[in-house]
Every structure is written in structure tokens, then in C-alpha cells.
């Protein structure tokens, strides 16, 4: 799993607008009952973003599962529209959730992403 830090000039998605082409509907983010394995966990405070505050998430891996404990709350989730990132990554079709703290996290299909809330146990 890598993520890339996509640091550069700032584009025409702002904050808070919602980046779904296609509706909230169907998004395989989730948020994980305590019992849901996980094939590898990271933290939203270990991910690096970019001034607009997106991070991508490229599954050179390709785990089927990813636990990501987040110490703030969703507020939108989706597909993305047409949309390039300001380090020039186009993740149209890619799933995206954002979170209250402004940080939005792109990732590719066949990746099921599961946030944990502080607190709960791991999920490995």
C-alpha cells in the first residue's frame, strides 16, 4: 500500500464541497463493527495530504481490506467526479471519504475501507 503526497498549486475542488459524480450511495466505506479483520491498519494522523488537504491511497499491494482508525467524524463519501488532485493524480472513479477535519482520502476500486473509530479494538 502506498500513499503519494501530491503536494503542488491548489486546484478548483475547495473544502467542503462534495467531490461525488455519481451520489453518496454505494461506497464501500464503512464504519467497522468491533470484530472486522483487516488486512492492514493505518491511522488518519500517519497520512500525509496536500494543501488541499487530499491524500491517495494507491493499492500496489492489492489488499482487499484497509482499517483506518480516524479520530474525527465522516462527512461525505462517495465516487469522484472528474477531478485531478494538485500533484496531477486523476482519481476520477476512485471512492473518496472526507473527513471533519478537512482531510478527503482517495482509493482505488477493490479496496474496502473500514473506519475505526478511537477506542475501538484493532482489527487485525
Do not use: C, W
Amino acid at each position: 500500500m502506498a500513499s503519494r503526497d501530491t503536494r503542488s498549486a491548489p486546484g478548483n475542488v475547495g473544502r467542503g464541497q462534495d467531490r461525488a459524480g455519481a451520489g453518496r450511495a454505494g461506497s464501500p466505506e464503512q464504519v467497522a463493527p468491533p470484530s472486522v479483520a483487516a488486512e492492514m491498519e493505518l491511522s488518519l494522523s500517519d497520512l500525509i495530504s496536500d494543501e488541499r488537504g487530499e491524500v491517495v491511497l494507491f493499492n500496489d499491494s492489492e489488499f482487499r481490506t484497509l482499517a483506518l482508525r480516524a479520530d474525527v467524524g465522516v462527512v461525505a463519501k462517495g465516487l469522484a467526479a472528474r477531478h485531478l488532485t494538485a500533484g496531477g493524480e486523476d482519481v476520477t472513479g476512485f471512492h473518496f471519504v472526507t473527513f471533519e477535519n478537512g482531510v478527503t482520502l482517495y482509493y482505488q476500486k477493490g479496496l474496502e475501507l473500514i473506519v475505526q473509530p478511537p477506542g475501538a479494538p484493532r482489527a487485525r
